[in-house]
């Protein structure tokens, strides 16, 4: 089983930063790629960013590609994402997961792919 806890999240004005981290224990997850997604009032969990395993795979929804960058070290057995530039619809809780995979390039923008989730961080972005 693996646990994952998100931290970092607030309150920022618009064009602030923002640095969540997501700390995995439980087991190793060097080898599970994995995603941030966001969840705001009223609306569907989407996906953020995902990363590979071997971190050469990722993906950004069109929203956020320039402004977030997500990163992982395998040493510490944690996923970060980089939030810059924020904007006042980036408000809503992050969550991160993980998903058990073979490929070591391979990423995921599916809640469905996904096997385990955190409890979720919010981030609040003022105008």
């Known amino acids: 089983q693996v646990q994952l806890a998100e931290s970092g999240g607030g309150l920022v004005q618009a064009g602030g930063s923002l640095r969540l981290s997501c700390a995995a224990s439980g087991r190793t997850v060097s080898r599970f790629a994995m995603g941030w997604f966001r969840q705001a009032p009223g609306k569907e969990r989407e996906v953020v960013a995902a990363?590979?395993?071997?971190?050469?795979?990722?993906y950004y929804r069109d929203s956020v590609k320039g402004r977030f960058t997500i990163s992982r070290d395998n040493g510490k057995n944690t996923v970060y994402l980089q939030m810059n530039s924020l904007k006042p619809e980036d408000t809503a809780v992050y969550y991160c997961?993980?998903?058990?995979?073979?490929?070591?390039?391979?990423?995921?923008?599916?809640?469905?792919?996904?096997?385990?989730w955190g409890q979720g961080t919010q981030v609040t972005v003022s105008s």
């Open positions: 997961a993980a998903a058990a995979t073979r490929f070591s390039g391979s990423y995921f923008y599916s809640t469905r792919d996904y096997d385990y």
């Open positions: 990363l590979s395993w071997n971190s050469a795979g990722t």
